[in-house]
Nanobody, 123 residues
Framework: QVQLVESGGGLVQAGGSLRLSCAASGRTVNSYGMGWFRQTPGKEREFIAGITVGGGRTYYTDSVKGRFTISRDNAKNSAFLQMNSLKPEDTAVYYC????????????????WGQGTQVTVSS
């Protein structure tokens, strides 16, 4: 079992930056791919960014390419999401998750999830 805890969310003005962290416990996530998703009320959870086991490959949804950067620190059993040039449409609850699939944008392939952290971007 893996427990994931996100942190770093908050209120920021448009154009600002936030850095989300995802701390894992229970077991090492070094053998898992990791991803970030977000969700707004009434909408399905949306894939944002993913990173492979060793961190050698990253992938992003088009709406955040060039603005968001996913990274991981296996020594700290953690993942991060650096979010720059934030827009009001980035407002959502952000979740981190782990997957045993090498590359996946599908939430169904992610086995363990955090509780989420709220990000609010004001205009």
């Amino acid at each position: 079992q893996v427990q994931l805890v996100e942190s770093g969310g908050g209120l920021v003005q448009a154009g600002g930056s936030l850095r989300l962290s995802c701390a894992a416990s229970g077991r090492t996530v070094n053998s898992y791919g990791m991803g970030w998703f977000r969700q707004t009320p009434g909408k399905e959870r949306e894939f944002i960014a993913g990173i492979t086991v060793g961190g050698g490959r990253t992938y992003y949804t088009d709406s955040v390419k060039g603005r968001f950067t996913i990274s991981r620190d296996n020594a700290k059993n953690s993942a991060f999401l650096q979010m720059n040039s934030l827009k009001p449409e980035d407002t959502a609850v952000y979740y981190c998750a782990v997957t045993s699939v090498v590359l996946s944008t599908r939430s169904q392939n992610y086995r363990f999830w955090g509780q989420g952290t709220q990000v609010t971007v004001s205009s």
